[in-house]
């Protein structure tokens, strides 16, 4: 029972981070948008989110500060893509490549310097209940806000107006467009927002989940975030299981490995991979599934008529 908690728990702790990207990436797609650069705002919240923390801030405005690093980075994609409509996939590989650059500069002196990580809560009495306690009443405050932040994400797109206007944006944009909707005004706000959650999927890994600033720390979680908005088939709930299959898959290999299975441990650290992109094909096969969701205009340009 012990193992299962504590892989329940390590589950959901490294599925945190994914969280917060794809459901940022879920709003940026559902308005038409597609940015290919999380791999490269999540290094700069990371790296950002521990310039904050050495530079003496407080923790709740360092990881502000990686919130707002990645929201800026961002609007370099939206004014590429959106403004002077270059090709929104050379735009967003462009991002990520930019971004993983600019977060090795700013975390060139920090080394492996490990960072004071924010505690677990401990809610009286509650933390104390055997098995349930530490399986839901022990995790950070992050973990928590991801789940509000699926929440919020989920009420604003299906229960808002301005949900309602990005995905009709995100369906035809010249019919928003000509019945009075903003548009590009739209299209970036949802691109900072995706940005914003990147940054702070970044700042988890270096301020949580390491906590240190590593190189590269994010290991293709940028990527993995992207695969599971379509594994979601741009649905919030789906976003959040997908996340907790590929943290599972990550912990799992770990304790493999710490048990000394005798499979190569590169073969056990490709697994989550190999298993994202399995699921990946496997979905693709039912291809009205997913186009009951798919945003019909994702990665087309816009230009305001009149």
Known sequence: MELFISIFVAT????TPLVFAALGELVVEKSGVL????EGMMLVGAAFGVWAHFAGLSMPVALLTAVLSGAVVSLLFGV?????????YAAGLALAIFGTGVSA???????????????PLHFPVLSDI???GPMLFQFDPLVYFSFVMFALVTWFLYRTKAGLALRAIGESPDSAHAIGYPVIKIRYLAVMFGGAMAGLGGAYLSLVYTP??????TAG????????????????????????????MTILQLQGQAMGVSVPSEVLSALPYLATIVVLVLISQNRKAMALDFPVSLAQPFRPRG
């Open 105 to 119: 500069f700013v975390g060139r002196g920090f080394g492996s310097t490990p960072v004071e990580a924010i505690q």
């Open 12 to 15: 959901i702790v490294a599925a």
């Open 212 to 217: 240190l600033w590593v190189e590269n720390m």
């Open 221 to 248: 979680r940028g990527w993995i975030s992207l695969a599971l908005v379509v594994f979601a088939a741009w649905r919030p709930l789906r976003v959040m299981i997908g996340a907790w299959l590929f943290g599972g």
């Open 35 to 38: 940015n290919l650069g999380i």
């Open 130 to 132: 055997p098995v349930i």
């Open 80 to 88: 590429l893509a959106l403004t002077f409509m270059t090709n929104q």
